[in-house]
């Protein structure tokens, strides 16, 4: 089962995300995340849930989803997690295996914290097992947990890079101009950022966690 969840921060473009990612339309569940469910028109997608406190939504814009036949949860103001994260264990429970996050990194209401909090998503402890992906037209970034053997089809010069995340990571790669061979990225380095793929490429994690952000 894939899900998409529209995010609140900047959406992308809906024929360069096409044409960066073919066929990443295909969902059995479409949720908005408060105001991200402005971004379904735009998109082509037809959501089937909007759920957040609505601080950004309209009461107009809530009824008018409804109105479509759009499931509507609203949750309270004050709450221990974001509209986002709360989406994120909506589709897990209605038993998503793969899960696509789009809006999530630029700014929500000029709140840069949004998006970082949407990219620590990536390790959510429900999540894992999930193919989880952020995505917009110029990249997709996803988590690797040790021990994993990960292979992505990349566009020949596509930007690829590695960041250790919350500890060093021990990796190896193949199909990147410049090949890991069993070595460290040590965390709080930029040692793995901005590598090049030569087509398709498998990157095994020996040990730690790795951000890998695949540009389109």
């Known amino acids: 089962m894939r899900a998409i969840?529209?995010?609140?921060?900047?959406?992308?473009?809906?024929r360069a995300l096409s044409a960066a990612w073919p066929g990443w339309e295909r969902a059995d569940l479409v949720i908005g995340a408060d105001g991200g469910a402005r971004a379904a028109a735009p998109l082509a997608l037809q959501l089937h849930l909007i759920i957040g406190d609505f601080d950004t939504l309209s009461a107009s814009e809530v009824e008018e989803f409804a109105a479509r036949g759009v499931r509507v949860e609203r949750l309270p103001h004050e709450k221990d997690a974001t509209d986002t994260e709360i989406a994120l264990l909506t589709a897990l429970d209605a038993g998503a295996t793969e899960i696509v996050?789009?809006?999530a990194l630029g700014s929500s209401g000029g709140r840069s914290d949004h998006a970082l909090g949407t990219i620590s998503l990536l390790a959510h402890p429900r999540a894992r097992g999930v193919k989880l992906s952020l995505l917009d037209a110029t990249s997709r970034i996803q988590l690797l947990v040790a021990p994993v053997r990960c292979s992505i089809s990349a566009?020949?010069?596509a930007i690829v890079s590695l960041v250790?995340?919350?500890?060093?990571?021990r990796v190896t790669t193949e199909g990147l101009r410049w090949p890991l061979r069993d070595e460290l990225l040590?965390?709080?380095?930029?040692r793995g950022l901005s590598n090049e793929s030569l087509g398709d490429l498998t990157i095994e994690l020996h040990e730690g966690a790795l951000l890998v952000s695949e540009g389109a």
């Open 5 to 14: 969840i529209l995010a609140g921060g900047d959406q992308p473009d809906p």
């Open 101 to 103: 996050i789009l809006g």
């Open 155 to 157: 566009r020949s010069g």
């Open 164 to 169: 250790p995340w919350g500890t060093d990571a």
């Open 186 to 190: 040590t965390s709080g380095s930029t």
